[in-house]
């Protein structure tokens, strides 16, 4: 049996290597280059009408736009895009192989150059140049994929293991903490840049960073914030391409502020594509009855969250998250955002008068950052005062021997402070950040 087997193999080589080149670029993009799947699906945007097609073919090289925008659109289900990609690359292939047989290059030893057309395609033409070349290009590309998919495990293992080398990095392992609840105990385990590891500002931002910032921005309760990102991004697109992510965001926000003509006119567009058609059916109905909107188990929890005053792009991000956590106690995103700014920002002060008012009404544990923040600030300026809330042992002793090291080497970056288990403190932070922020404690 396996005798035939391989004599089979030998027989029809060339049909396996063509299984195998199929095998290969499905593999690829379902692995290691899923996230150039996404990066490729929003930035385009095919519309099963007619009006589209005429629209596009009417174009000057609108009949490519078309072709593209047709072939990507598949690329929102991570296997149903490798599948295409591969199904092109064998077609490619076979192709190549009929135009060398055509011109009498028909040697069999010949025929694994019919292969290197797709090969090169899929390396030059699928992966980017700029994913290619720049490291940074990649891990944006990579991290705003894992965001979009709510992959929070990942993002946390990547950015330990790998420890990111852009703010887009630094803001989505941020945000997987939030999402998981662990925020404030774990956010000094992992890189810190200061407050805008949390959010940034659009007008400092590379465009493929706003996809992401959109996202966080939408789920804290930023509403307008959200919808500002995801129209620069798409005002950003280049060609005048569309792109089904960016007008479900544009539809969602005025969904929820009650700009309803608005809404439709994304709507409009979204229902009559593969993907987003669904959802744009489903809740144009909910713009005739306001009641829907409220009682959604997202969008009505949003609406409950959002800011209401109208000039909320004009805030400061602390400002607004202060607000936000004021207007809704329940806004547990904001909460853990707005703490988590104070620490970034060094403002001990504020993070203990925000403890102690979020004690006196809950009875949970106080988070493991602020817990070192507070020990710590106790220890340097209130020496004969008792501590103001609860501190585990473990905590309160490393931050007394990390003061202790400071105190006998007068060397906030010592290199004993960057071993376990000061090297993931506060503290360590602490010694980074006025060095390198310039902030005084």
Same mark, same amino acid.
């Given at each position: 049996?396996?005798?035939?087997?391989?004599?089979?193999?030998?027989?029809?080589?060339?049909?396996?290597?063509?299984?195998?080149?199929?095998?290969?670029?499905?593999?690829?993009?379902?692995?290691?280059?899923?996230?150039?799947?996404?990066?490729?699906?929003?930035?385009?945007?095919?519309?099963?009408?007619?009006?589209?097609?005429?629209?596009?073919?009417?174009?000057?090289?609108?009949?490519?736009?078309?072709?593209?925008?047709?072939?990507?659109?598949?690329?929102?289900?991570?296997?149903?895009?490798?599948?295409?990609?591969?199904?092109?690359?064998?077609?490619?292939?076979?192709?190549?192989?009929?135009?060398?047989?055509?011109?009498?290059?028909?040697?069999?030893?010949?025929?694994?150059?019919?292969?290197?057309?797709?090969?090169?395609?899929?390396?030059?033409?699928?992966?980017?140049?700029?994913?290619?070349?720049?490291?940074?290009?990649?891990?944006?590309?990579?991290?705003?994929?894992?965001?979009?998919?709510?992959?929070?495990?990942?993002?946390?293992?990547?950015?330990?293991?790998?420890?990111?080398?852009?703010? =887009?990095?630094?803001?989505?392992? =941020?945000?997987?903490?939030?999402?998981?609840?662990?925020?404030?105990?774990?956010?000094?385990?992992?890189?810190?840049?200061?407050?805008?590891?949390?959010?940034?500002?659009?007008?400092?931002?590379?465009?493929?960073?706003?996809?992401?910032?959109?996202?966080?921005?939408?789920?804290?309760?930023?509403? =307008?914030?959200?919808?500002?990102?995801?129209?620069?991004?798409?005002?950003?697109?280049?060609?005048?391409?569309?792109?089904?992510?960016?007008?479900?965001?544009?539809?969602?926000?005025?969904?929820? =502020?009650?700009?309803?003509?608005?809404?439709?006119?994304?709507?409009?567009?979204?229902?009559?594509?593969?993907?987003?058609?669904?959802?744009?059916?489903?809740?144009?109905?909910?713009?005739?009855?306001?009641?829907?909107?409220?009682?959604?188990?997202?969008?009505?929890?949003?609406?409950?969250?959002?800011?209401?005053?109208?000039?909320?792009?004009?805030?400061?991000?602390?400002?607004?998250?202060?607000?936000?956590?004021?207007?809704?106690?329940?806004?547990?995103?904001?909460?853990?955002?707005?703490?988590?700014?104070?620490?970034?920002?060094?403002?001990?002060?504020?993070?203990?008068?925000?403890?102690?008012?979020?004690?006196?009404?809950?009875?949970?544990?106080?988070?493991?950052?602020?817990?070192?923040?507070?020990?710590?600030?106790?220890?340097?300026?209130?020496?004969?005062?008792?501590?103001?809330?609860?501190?585990?042992?473990?905590?309160?002793?490393?931050?007394?021997?990390?003061?202790?090291?400071?105190?006998?080497?007068?060397?906030?970056?010592?290199?004993?402070?960057?071993?376990?288990?000061?090297?993931?403190?506060?503290?360590?932070?602490?010694?980074?950040?006025?060095?390198?922020?310039?902030?005084?404690?």
């Amino acid at each position: 049996m396996k005798r035939q087997t391989t004599a089979n193999i030998k027989k029809n080589w060339k049909g396996w290597l063509s299984v195998l080149l199929c095998v290969g670029v499905f593999g690829a993009c379902l692995f290691p280059y899923r996230a150039v799947l996404n990066y490729h699906e929003q930035r385009h945007l095919f519309r099963w009408t007619g009006y589209y097609f005429k629209e596009q073919w009417a174009a000057d090289g609108g009949w490519w736009e078309y072709v593209v925008s047709f072939i990507t659109q598949f690329f929102h289900v991570g296997w149903l895009g490798a599948v295409v990609v591969a199904l092109l690359a064998w077609a490619l292939q076979r192709l190549t192989w009929w135009c060398m047989r055509l011109v009498r290059l028909r040697w069999s030893w010949l025929y694994p150059l019919s292969l290197l057309p797709s090969l090169l395609l899929f390396y030059y033409v699928f992966i980017p140049k700029e994913y290619r070349t720049d490291n940074q290009v990649r891990e944006a590309v990579e991290y705003d994929y894992l965001v979009r998919k709510g992959k929070w495990d990942d993002i946390l293992r990547k950015s330990y293991n790998h420890p990111p080398q852009t703010a =887009n990095g630094v803001w989505s392992t =941020n945000y997987a903490l939030a999402q998981k609840g662990t925020i404030l105990d774990m956010m000094f385990h992992y890189k810190q840049i200061g407050p805008d590891g949390l959010l940034m500002d659009a007008i400092r931002m590379e465009p493929l960073a706003l996809y992401s910032l959109s996202d966080i921005s939408w789920e804290i309760g930023m509403v =307008n914030s959200a919808e500002r990102f995801a129209f620069d991004a798409k005002q950003r697109l280049p060609n005048n391409h569309k792109s089904g992510r960016l007008y479900k965001r544009l539809a969602e926000a005025n969904l929820v =502020n009650g700009n309803y003509p608005v809404a439709r006119k994304y709507m409009d567009i979204l229902q009559s594509t593969l993907f987003y058609g669904s959802w744009a059916r489903k809740y144009k109905a909910f713009l005739l009855d306001e009641h829907k909107i409220d009682t959604d188990g997202q969008y009505g929890k949003l609406r409950s969250f959002r800011q209401k005053k109208n000039d909320e792009l004009a805030y400061a991000k602390e400002q607004m998250l202060e607000e936000l956590t004021t207007e809704n106690p329940n806004n547990r995103l904001a909460a853990d955002y707005l703490m988590a700014y104070k620490l970034l920002r060094l403002d001990m002060e504020d993070v203990t008068r925000l403890t102690m008012s979020m004690a006196e009404h809950s009875k949970q544990r106080v988070p493991k950052a602020v817990q070192e923040c507070i020990a710590g600030y106790w220890i340097l300026f209130h020496p004969n005062d008792s501590l103001p809330i609860p501190i585990d042992k473990s905590v309160f002793e490393t931050t007394v021997q990390f003061m202790q090291i400071v105190n006998s080497t007068g060397n906030r970056q010592h290199p004993s402070l960057d071993a376990s288990p000061y090297n993931e403190t506060y503290w360590h932070y602490h010694g980074w950040a006025t060095t390198q922020l310039r902030q005084e404690p």
